[in-house]
């Protein structure tokens, strides 16, 4: 909705800059989506007089003019337009001017004379025809009596052409701010300054309009009120400039006086209005009635429509001449020999004008406005005031009396006037006094403890619909800041807080965070060499999937993260380092849904990572879980790792972790041309054994003494089962155990390896003895043995 400041200062007086009055609209509900200045390109154009004028010496086209344009001296100028005389007032850009195209006017020379500045055309100004009727659209503009002729004025000032338009958002629920008067009440209220609306005058007139027209509502639960008014011997014309003028800013095109007058109430009431030509009318009978089956009608634009029985239309004793609050029909248009004319005023229902658009594929400004449904009370102030500008523009005779069909009044709303109930709920403290004042101000009406909302506010339903009405004006930026009432504190649930634990983890190990659908194509089983029989295969299938990528809901979530790692690998990143918390699905039959379960899945590649790194990340994560007392045994089963180069991780028998390096066929089947490696932790599990409660040690008081034990074993015996196996043999006065070396080679023989640790050994209560220390190491040997261990030398 555009708002001329112009028309909206015949209504109200404010005194404020244009970027103070957009934030002070919008801050009280109104909001205002920008502001511009007519004419704001042209510069330095100004009315110039036509001093004298003759033919260009060297050519058979153009004219030599002196021009007074006030600024002392007569200027030389010359033009190609035929249309200019002596005496002539005309748009004069200047050296160093700017025209509505953008384009920079100078002086120079047309045939060797020289030219300083332009006359310009209405094109060259931004305007047309329409907005100045008798101006020839190819020529020079010669300024009429209706323009001001003081020689030097700024040209924009001249013809009222410098208004300032302001274009508001009106929600859908607002429709009495898609009008003049509507945010002319808003800015008085705003400003709480006095609101001046005019009342509408209609002169006595002609005759009686009973003897021309009749109307019959036959569908009363879709057309609330119908007004109509008669005017003889119509004049048509064009509009007076003032009028055209405020049609312009408000986007409009002028057209002539009778067409103007219907918009120009439709843009200063809200209502939309439409004039029908009375000889086209049958029987001068105005029927509003459903469509009948298979009936058409041409509308106003030429196309012809087939109607459903569900539309409404305007019809006359033989067919329908309009479709109601969309568009009239071909011939209920104003028209140059028209004599009299029907003039519309009328409510109808929103929806089934909405319906009667959309099922048409039209939606005109008449329908916009109808459909977010209008205020029928409006329908005879309207009508009277397009009489009135009649009257006003001397455009024809009106014919006293109107027809006012008002099939179903609209009850008012009446609310309770609550003003505790209304502080509770925004959260101010205001006067019932205040309160009182604000409602008053915008129209509704306060007394005997009641609220009566204006019938133009057809929004107002609720006690919280006038509460907001409070809150706008009172001020949103002055409600106090405060908590929601009635609204739990929330905090995060120990599994989201663990969750986190473990994302944190990952991230400060350098992994990246990675998110993949829940969803997978079956084939992704095959890809990673899974066995036709494994339980995982058995997934949930989607009834509508997407496409047979994503049919499925995944099982595991290797095969997720192994098709991030091949994407990077064919983007030519030369290394990746991921982690996703992922959740997989397993299947309960088609009665029951799935039980959802989450692992973390890590997945890199690259000549900075090896197992080792990625068992660094694990046993990194299961740490910061307060968990170290687990298993580590190698797996050479599983088709999805590099035998050998796999390992479990098991908390009381029960893995939580697999780990290892990606099987080569498996890396052939997701195009990764360089080792990777993968571990999938089962985060249920993990969370269920996790310790994450933190005791206070204080720091040892005694020294601590230490003792380095190598031993010679089987190659593929696990270095974690030698380290618990000393551990629980040398008791608790051992502090720490540390692997440090590992070797394989000639020297501790074939299939055999050495590993090598350091133990420290200490008291919290004394510091130890040779002989408690050789003890507890002796015990440890004892246990070493047992497990095949040979002491190195």
Not at 423 to 439: M, P, T
Not at 706 to 727: G, Q, W, Y
């Amino acid at each position: 909705m555009n708002l001329s400041k112009r028309w909206l200062a015949e209504f109200v007086q404010v005194d404020d800059t244009d970027r103070n009055f957009a934030e002070a609209l919008t801050i009280s509900g109104s909001k205002v989506e920008s502001y511009e200045h007519e004419g704001a390109v042209l510069e330095n154009i100004v009315v110039g007089h036509v001093e004298e004028i003759e033919r260009h010496p060297d050519s058979d086209h153009l004219w030599v003019c002196k021009i007074d344009d006030g600024s002392g001296e007569i200027i030389q100028i010359i033009t190609g337009a035929q249309n200019v005389s002596k005496g002539d007032y005309v748009p004069v850009a200047r050296h160093k001017s700017t025209i509505a195209s953008g384009d920079k006017i100078t002086a120079g020379k047309l045939r060797g004379l020289e030219s300083r500045g332009m006359l310009c055309s209405l094109g060259e100004l931004g305007l047309t025809v329409h907005d100045f009727p008798y101006a020839i659209e190819d020529g020079i503009f010669i300024l009429g009596d209706d323009c001001d002729k003081t020689v030097g004025t700024d040209i924009r000032t001249a013809i009222g052409y410098d208004d300032t338009v302001v274009e508001f958002e009106i929600t859908s629920n607002r429709p009495d701010c898609l009008s003049i008067i509507g945010l002319a009440r808003e800015t008085a209220a705003t400003y709480g300054v006095e609101l001046k609306l005019h009342t509408p005058e209609v002169k006595p007139g002609i005759e009686d309009v009973k003897d021309y027209l009749k109307v019959d509502i036959e569908c009363n639960d879709k057309c609330y009120r119908y007004c109509g008014a008669v005017v003889k011997n119509v004049r048509v014309a064009p509009s007076p400039r003032w009028m055209r003028e405020r049609l312009r800013a408000e986007g409009v095109r002028p057209i002539n006086n009778i067409v103007d007058i219907t918009n120009y109430v439709m843009l200063e009431y809200g209502q939309p209005m439409h004039a029908f030509d009375l000889r086209y009318l049958n029987g001068n009978h105005v029927i509003v009635r459903n469509a009948k089956k298979g009936e058409t009608i041409t509308t106003l634009d030429g196309e012809e429509r087939t109607l459903t029985e569900e539309m409404m239309v305007i019809a006359d004793e033989k067919a329908p001449v309009a479709v109601a609050g969309v568009m009239g029909g071909e011939y209920s248009g104003i028209m140059d020999d028209t004599n009299t004319i029907v003039f519309e005023s009328a409510c109808f229902n929103g929806v089934a004008v909405r319906r009667a658009a959309k099922g048409l594929g039209m939606r005109t400004e008449s329908s916009a406005r109808f459909e977010k449904q209008l205020n029928p009370d409006d329908c005879d102030v309207c009508l009277r005031r397009a009489l009135e500008l009649v009257q006003m523009l001397d455009a024809g005779d009106v014919v006293n009396g109107m027809i006012d069909n008002y099939a179903t009044p609209k009850e008012p709303v009446v609310l309770p006037f609550m003003p505790e109930w209304t502080n509770k709920f925004i959260g101010i403290e205001v006067s019932a006094d205040e309160q009182a004042e604000i409602l008053r101000k915008i129209g509704f009406t306060v007394e005997d403890g009641k609220v009566t909302a204006p019938a133009f506010r057809i929004d107002i339903e609720h006690q919280a619909d006038l509460s907001e009405e409070i809150a706008r004006f009172y001020g949103y930026n002055n409600i106090p800041t405060r908590e929601l009432s009635g609204v739990a504190k929330a905090t995060l649930t120990p599994r989201q807080k663990f969750n986190n634990l473990l994302e944190k983890t990952a991230m400060s190990c350098g992994l990246s965070e990675t998110q993949t659908f829940s969803f997978i194509s079956p084939r992704a089983y095959d890809k990673i060499r899974l066995p036709e029989d494994s339980k995982l295969r058995d997934c949930v299938t989607i009834s509508n999937p997407l496409g047979e990528d994503t049919s499925v809901m995944r099982t595991i979530s290797i095969p997720s993260m192994l098709e991030v790692l091949g994407r990077n690998y064919t983007r030519k990143n030369d290394k990746a380092a991921l982690y996703e918390l992922a959740t997989v699905y397993e299947n309960n039959g088609k009665d029951e849904l799935p039980n959802e379960n989450q692992q973390l899945v890590l997945g890199m590649y690259g000549k900075d990572y090896t197992y080792y790194s990625l068992k660094g990340i694990v046993e990194k994560i299961l740490s910061t879980c307060g968990i170290a007392d687990y298993d580590v045994e190698p797996v050479k089963t599983c088709p999805i790792f590099h035998p050998g180069r796999t390992a479990s991780i098991t908390i009381e028998d029960k893995e939580v972790a697999i780990l290892g390096e990606v099987h080569p066929g498996v890396l052939d089947n997701f195009e990764i041309g360089t080792r990777a490696y993968v571990a999938m932790i089962d985060v249920e599990y993990l969370f269920e054994k996790s310790d994450l409660v933190r005791i206070y040690k204080a720091l040892p008081k005694f020294p601590a003494t230490t003792r380095d034990l190598a031993f010679v074993v089987d190659a593929d015996m696990p270095v974690l089962k030698i380290e618990k196996a000393l551990s629980a043999a040398a008791g608790k006065i051992l502090e720490n155990i540390d692997l440090f070396d590992v070797y394989q080679g000639a020297q501790v023989g074939e299939n055999k390896k050495s590993v090598a640790f350091n133990l420290r050994f200490r008291s919290a209560e004394h510091t130890l003895t040779d002989e408690e220390v050789n003890s507890a190491v002796k015990k440890a040997l004892k246990a070493a043995e047992e497990l095949g261990a040979v002491l190195r030398g």
